[in-house]
């Protein structure tokens, strides 16, 4: 008889984001992406971090302060590195995203294809650019679900 305890789909792939986002260097907020097409295959994962190139030992991880002086105008966020890193077309796909895309985000998602967006947090719930992607999110009709957090535990006899 096989198992039944055998983890969801939405807990597999928002695993493999939880794992991205641990590539991230940023000492703030980590976050990672997923995005799966119609036949839940992976075809695309990101994590916050620095252009190619960039060295992340030469520009700055502060988040506040001068503007230059801090990350804001270098990072590149999960969402568009997952864009940029898929396989293949990203229409009708799913994006599992460890936090509630900025409005930046919203557009090149829309702009992709993803169709639906299942996030973990919504830490900016309530900002003007929260708000704005959202208002975005809704006119494309791009789904949006949150998922409870996941507590996983691995154990050797499991393995």
């Known amino acids: ?7 969801s789909w939405d807990t597999y792939f928002m695993g493999v984001a939880l794992m991205s986002a641990m590539r991230s260097k940023d000492p703030n907020t980590q976050v990672g992406a997923c995005i799966v097409n119609e036949k839940k295959r992976i075809i695309g994962i990101g994590y916050n971090g620095f252009p190619v190139g960039c060295d992340d030992d030469e520009f ?9 002086n801090s990350k804001y105008p270098y990072v590149v966020h999960a969402e568009p590195n997952a864009i940029l890193n898929a396989s ?20 090149l998602i829309i702009q992709s294809g993803i169709k639906e967006i299942v996030y973990l947090s919504d830490k900016y719930e309530g900002t003007e650019p929260d708000l704005a992607s959202k208002k975005m999110l809704e006119a494309a009709k791009v789904q949006t679900r949150k998922m409870q957090p996941l507590k996983i535990v691995i154990e050797e006899d499991t393995l």
């Open 60 to 68: 700055p991880w502060e988040n506040n302060g001068d503007f230059l």
């Open 1 to 7: 008889m096989k198992r039944t305890d055998y983890i």
């Open 88 to 107: 293949c077309s990203l229409e009708n796909a799913t994006l599992y995203v460890t936090l509630f895309p900025c409005n930046e985000c919203a557009k």
